[in-house]
């Protein structure tokens, strides 16, 4: 392997592990510094930020659970990593936990050219173990927000301050337009584009679209001032102005900045808005924008392909059994007719 790899590893394996060479020691004759820094760049943007994060964190896990047992971490005996997730497994570590220890794993060992641990049988043998005596946690998944908990929420909420005005934009703007956290505070005011009959927004990349294809959603004038998307968008835009940069930034006191939101600062403050409106916040979460349009198109009747469009799900499956396939259950369920 090559030293254009400690872009894509957790610090501590790239000290730990890697040779220390000069910058240009292993490059063919005729490349330069500058081709090795394009090189680096392209392999990093590999992965997201949040993804190197995540495999920095379980990594360090595994290297601090090796050390206690005085086992090298990389390269990492299959054996040693069936011990790892039996311990934790008995722990109470959640399956989905140990599925992202592995993948953690195999990534640096993979970038290291280390043998992958993981790729042995006998691994493959323990998850399957595993996965058979403890099963996988239920996931607890966010509430869907309907339209009059929406209601209900934005209409606690004091709309002469600043933060008021921020804040039910991005409770109204993200229920209307279906778009995840990390769509959300990361639009600009460039990728929003005024129409008649609404606004049409361009996402330059999502979950689902890392390589930055971009997509277009649009969302359309509401039919009531409490609630209107279009219009609250605009009550913020006024407030914040045109100056280029993130659409919804950061209000320090009263002052408003040019600073993005974080994706965490959106779920905590559309929970308190939820609980301060007497809501029960427990599973409220940013997704409960997107959950709740989802769920609300379907039982107003919208067509699935229309849903999916606005959604821009790719499996369809999951659109329907996460959300549309509850609430049919409970509207068709032959236990109405019981008569318990």
Known sequence: ????????????????VLPRVEPTADLPAGLTEADAARITGAIA????????????????????WCGS????ALPGDPLALCAYLTERAEAGKATGTLDMACTAIRHVHRMTGAEDPVASETVRQVRRGLMRTYGAAPRRLARPLTVDDIRQI???IDRSTPIGIRDAAIILFGYASAMRRAEIVGLELADVEHKPAGLLLTIRRSKMDQEGHGQQVAVAHGQHALTDPVAAINAWRALRGETPGALFTRIWSSSISLEPLSGHV?????????????????????HSLRAGHATAAAIAGVPLDRIAAQTRHKDLTVLVNRYIRPFEALATTSSRDLGL
């Open 1 to 16: 392997m090559t030293t254009f790899m400690n872009a894509v590893l957790p610090a501590t394996a790239t000290i730990n």
């Open 45 to 64: 943007a590999a992965r997201t930020e949040s993804t190197r994060h995540v495999y920095a964190l379980v990594w360090n896990q595994w290297e601090r």
């Open 69 to 72: 047992r005085g086992i090298p």
């Open 154 to 156: 934005v209409g606690g």
């Open 266 to 286: 959106v779920a905590r403050m559309l929970r308190a808005r939820a609980e301060a409106a007497g809501l029960d916040g427990t599973r409220i979460t940013a």
